[in-house]
């Protein structure tokens, strides 16, 4: 029976979270009207820009970075430091230190979660980079290609795998925590969350069911681009490994 | 659409400690305020070592025991490498609000969502390292006539056990920075503080300094465990996440 009674609280909770998602209601604080699609669409939208900012400011600093050092095969200490240090970084202090020493708004934002993002990246196109077949390199080098094309036709096309496993950590690093932005005074899908004396239990579940859909879209998304870049040899050989 | 600043903290901070000038200007660390002030971060600081601890052990015993299973059965190991990868992905703040009409928010709530996080890293960790004990090892045991169970505690474990504590000590260190979120489940972690004062410069850095150096310690702890229990260490290999 109080079995029976839980589950439906249960599903009701889940009921109440879709329906603030799909209806505008009037908010725990009253007067105003909070939740509906206008204002769910909305914090989507800022979320994932907040999302890709980070991302993009991420990928900027760590996609050079690593094809450089791995292709001089330098500076892999460094560069696994880096990755194992992203490891340990609080995300609650990082965005608490961001606000607090260089200040709130969407660029010091962008900038705090770019820093979630770069360890993966880092480690992995340095990994992915330093790793390609030594026979591979010095036969491109036979064929007289220099360096700038060693690393564009031979490298990077191998290395792409890898380097999209680290994109993928680190995007779901970053859409995983957006959500904090909302303390550093930038709108995200964490004002529901973090706002339950406004939007109720209904808010932050909706809240939470909507972050979780985007992440777990954005990690099939960027898997499918993987699969996309990875070039058909490779895929070709791992076929034939497998089996 | 509601203004942001009407409901969340930013900006919330009440600094009334004693007067000084340090913390009304938000200086860059108010000495003095630790010291009178540092017996606040106590309960925190404890309860952000237990959780970690507990969520961690927790973890280890599904995760191993996970891998036991699928030891011998290879089947299994996608199965289980995508059931936890698929917790892994859900974000951590959304897990514990998605638990609230199961769990409510609590020690309960925080617990699983910090040991459901560590499962996919020291189960990958442990497969690994059962998968790369050389052949020759195994098969030398069974010439000495172990049963399976005897060549799996006394060959295949500890040749493993370099790769199982890698695993530990990469869980035990991020599960150190998530417990700081566990303040949204209620929990009185060193994100507490963090989070009621987020704009004051000297708590920020006590709170995010103790996790990192708890992150250290427990990181050098695993490490120093490595070597005593395995001190003909294998080259580890490189794992690429």
Redesign the interface.
Known sequence: MTQTILHL??LS??GDAFNFIFHQQV?R?GK?M?GGP??SL?LIGQHLKVTFLALAAALAVAVPAGVILGHLHKGETFA?AIG?AG???????LI??V???IG?GLINVTFAFAVLGIP?IL??TF??MSQVDRNAVEAARGMGMNDLQIIFRVELPLAVP?IM??VR?GA?NI???V??A????V?TL??Y???R??YG?AG??A???L??LL??TL?LVLAGIQWALTPRGLKLARAGAAT | ??G???????GAVVIHQHGGTCQAD?G?FCFGWAADNFHRYTTPLLNHLFIVVLAVVIGFVIAFSMALISHGRGWLIPAFTGTTG?LY??????????L???TGLGWTTAIIVLSVYTLQIIYRNTVAGLANVPVDSKDAGRGMGMTDRQLLWRVELPLALPEIIAGLR?AT??T???A??M??ANVNT??SP??QQ????TN?LI??GL??IM??VF?SLLLLAQRLLAPWRRQSR?M??
């Not at chain 1, 490891?87 to 609650?92: D, G, S, Y």
């Not at chain 2, 942001?4 to 930013?10: D, I, K, R, V």
């Not at chain 2, 992905?89 to 514990?96: D, G, H, N, R, Y």
């Open positions: 609280g249960v909770a889940f908010a604080t105003v909070v206008d204002q909305h696994i194992n490891r340990a970084v609080p995300e609650l202090a608490a230190f606000a607090a020493f709130v993966p480690i992995n990994v992915g890898t496993a680290g950590t779901v859409i995983a925590t959500a904090l909302s303390l550093a005074g709108s964490g004002d969350i973090l706002g004396n406004v239990d932050v579940i809240g939470a069911i972050i979780a992440t777990v990690e | 659409m509601t942001l600043g009407a409901h969340l903290p930013l938000n860059t698929v992905t859900i974000p951590s703040l959304a897990f514990i609000f998605l609230l009409p199961i990469i260190v991020s150190v920075a998530i700081s979120l303040v949204f060193l994100g963090l989070y987020i704009t004051f410069k920020i709170a995010g996790m990192i992150a250290f990181d490189r690429a996440t």
